[in-house]
């Protein structure tokens, strides 16, 4: 691991994951070999959800809001909006999804490794 600064200006959003998300890196990928990821994501204008269910193959995730807002259902836990300054520990493998969000959604999620596997579940 390694000492890392990421200026604001230094890169920008991108596809990812999600197509109706677009994400930025945020180094920390790089600075730890991979062993954690970090990225600002916000809501595509236009392009929602289609709320399907899947789990992560992760040792950790966890997601802060910071502008507008995002519901999720999660598998033995129930129905959640999140709402700015509100985070949410995702445990390995929980399986959830994401019913909606607001236009305006920018959150950070932190994860480790950086790079995972997302299964979709049918039904």
Known sequence: MKFKITRANENSFDS???????YKNLGIEE????NFGAN???AVEGKHAN?????HKLN???????KGSVEFEYEGEGTFVLNEGDV???????HHREIKHSDDLELIEIT???QFETVSLKG
Do not use: D, N
């Open 31 to 34: 600075a730890t070999s991979g």
């Open 112 to 114: 480790s490794p950086a």
């Open 51 to 55: 709320g399907e269910w899947h789990y």
């Open 60 to 66: 950790f995730q966890m997601v802060y809001i910071l």
């Open 88 to 94: 949410v520990y995702q445990p390995p493998e929980i």
């Open 16 to 22: 990812g994951l999600r197509g109706f998300f677009a």
């Open 40 to 42: 600002v994501i916000k």
